[in-house]
């Protein structure tokens, strides 16, 4: 079964750090690009960060461009997310998502397969 | 970065009926790089469309997807009550990728 499971939120001080990992399983995960979209509470989806198959296209949103690094370790079927700088409205849901359709693509796509999801809360 | 417009902000339809959602980008792009998906409050989204007309896997072809450079539509020929959601559009040609706002869909 096709699965990706996110971890490492929780709650953090404005201008604290979270690392979010990634653990995919059931697909061949160094094929496929991953990227991060997150959703504040009651609100739409934002793209965060990705990153193809072999790491050497890597996209952020100007809102955490210098602020958040994205990072795979195929080894591991695993993805990252290092959150620095943390502001208040980066409060919000982080989803983990992949590519599944297109392997080894040179850009980023759409993504078919989502986790479920990791709440990360910036508040003093 | 390219800015999606959605329109309507929310559509009041009945299970029957046909869906027409739009999504309109701030400057055209070449490719059809293109994706609409649904989300249901609690889940995470699902998508839909992509390559701006083809169906994702196990999308029933009742959902249909069309357009190109800056004018994109999202048509649900006979919508049914698992239907009703929100939908997002998504341009993934350009750096920072960009989701609309969403057009929520609600029973009428």
């Known amino acids: 079964e096709v699965e990706l499971v996110e971890s490492g939120g929780g709650l953090v001080q404005p201008g604290g750090s979270l690392r979010l990992s990634c653990a995919a399983s059931?697909?061949?995960?160094?094929?496929?690009?991953m990227q991060w979209v997150r959703q504040a509470p009651g609100r739409g989806l934002e793209w965060v960060s990705g990153?193809?198959?072999?790491?050497?296209?890597?996209g952020y949103a100007d809102s955490v461009k210098g602020r958040f690094t994205i990072s795979r370790d195929n080894a591991k079927n695993s993805l990252y997310l290092q959150m620095n700088s943390l502001r208040t409205e980066d409060t919000g849901l982080y989803y983990c998502?992949?590519?599944?359709?297109?392997?080894?693509?040179?850009?980023?796509?759409?993504?078919?397969?989502w986790g479920p999801g990791t709440t990360v809360t910036v508040s003093s | 970065e390219i800015v999606l417009t959605q329109s309507p902000g929310t559509l009041s339809l009945s299970p029957g009926q046909r869906a027409t959602l739009s999504c309109r980008a701030s400057?055209?792009?070449?490719?059809?790089?293109f994706a609409w998906y649904q989300q249901k409050p609690g889940q995470a989204p699902r998508l839909l469309i992509y390559?701006?007309?083809s169906r994702a896997i196990g999308i029933p072809d009742r959902f249909s997807g069309s357009g190109s450079g800056t004018d994109f539509t999202l048509t649900i020929s006979r919508l049914e009550p698992d239907d009703f959601a929100v939908y997002y559009c998504?341009?993934?040609?350009?750096?920072?990728?960009?989701f609309g706002q969403g057009t929520r869909l609600e029973i009428k």
């Open positions: 998504q341009q993934y040609g350009y750096s920072p990728l960009t």
């Open positions: 990153l193809t198959w072999d790491s050497g296209h890597i």
């Open positions: 390559d701006s007309s």
């Open positions: 059931g697909f061949n995960f160094d094929d496929c690009d």
């Open positions: 400057q055209s792009f070449s490719g059809n790089y």
């Open positions: 998502a992949g590519s599944l359709s297109v392997p080894k693509s040179l850009y980023f796509y759409a993504v078919d397969v």
